[in-house]
T-cell receptor, first 110, second 110 residues
Framework: KQEVTQIPAALSVPEGENLVLNCSFT??????LQWFRQDPGKGLTSLLL?????REQTSGRLNASLDKSSGRSTLYIAASQPGDSATYLC?????????FGAGTTVTVRA | DAGITQSPRYKITETGRQVTLMCHQT?????MFWYRQDLGHGLRLIYY???????DKGEVPDGYVVSRSKTENFPLTLESATRSQTSVYFC?????????FGQGTRLTVV
């Protein structure tokens, strides 16, 4: 059974600081990994998807890396803004199913 | 509009009643999923479907029933609701690569 862990559970930073969110998983035989953003009371918005053959993926201020052999992914958010405050979820895909971490709740202070 | 929609968005029901949550997608994705999200547990897979008339249990299927007579619809039924089924329910559909989520249904069982 795939186990996904996200550390830290919560993070509070001043505006402008870079964010580093960590995700680890136990079964390295993944198809891909997705990072999602969830605002309070809302659904999940896909931020980045990394295929198992890729090492990283970038979109604007967001960069996600994947080290499949060690079972780790990191989401970097550069120059954080108050609008980045949300919960970030990591999900890995095995056998067409997604397994989720519990998320990292980020607060960016103005 | 293309996408995945869930209804209702909010539901209050009494213990012992049957309730059905609806999910509709417009992409004709083969795979569809139901997750529940609870504090301390993250998102857990209830049931999934690989195609019309093909469904399978996920991590927490007890007390739930699904059907999929058409590719675009994947309803979730709580046969006899219990307080422990109070949760936020998310439906998702997946292409060969990426998963997309609905806005969620907040269900309260009183």
């Amino acid at each position: 059974k795939q186990e996904v862990t996200q550390i830290p559970a919560a993070l509070s930073v001043p505006e402008g600081e870079n964010l580093v969110l960590n995700c680890s998983f136990t079964d390295s035989a993944i198809y891909n990994l997705q990072w999602f953003r969830q605002d309070p009371g809302k659904g999940l918005t896909s931020l980045l998807l990394i295929q198992s053959s890729q090492r990283e993926q970038t979109s604007g201020r967001l960069n996600a890396s994947l080290d499949k052999s060690s079972g780790r992914s990191t989401l970097y958010i550069a120059a954080s803004q108050p609008g980045d405050s949300a919960t970030y979820l990591c999900a890995v895909k095995n056998d067409y199913k997604l397994s989720f971490g519990a998320g990292t709740t980020v607060t960016v202070r103005a | 509009d293309a996408g995945i929609t869930q209804s209702p968005r909010y539901k209050i029901t009494e213990t012992g009643r049957q309730v059905t949550l609806m999910c509709h997608q417009t992409w004709s994705h083969s795979y569809m999923f139901w997750y529940r999200q609870d504090l301390g547990h993250g998102l857990r897979l209830i049931y999934y479907s690989a195609a019309a008339d093909i469904t399978d249990k996920g991590e927490v299927p007890d007390g739930y029933v699904v059907s999929r007579s058409k590719t675009e619809n994947f309803p979730l039924t709580l046969e006899s609701a219990t307080r422990s089924q109070t949760s936020v329910y998310f439906c998702a559909s997946s292409s060969a690569v990426e998963a997309f989520f609905g806005q969620g249904t907040r269900l309260t069982v009183v």
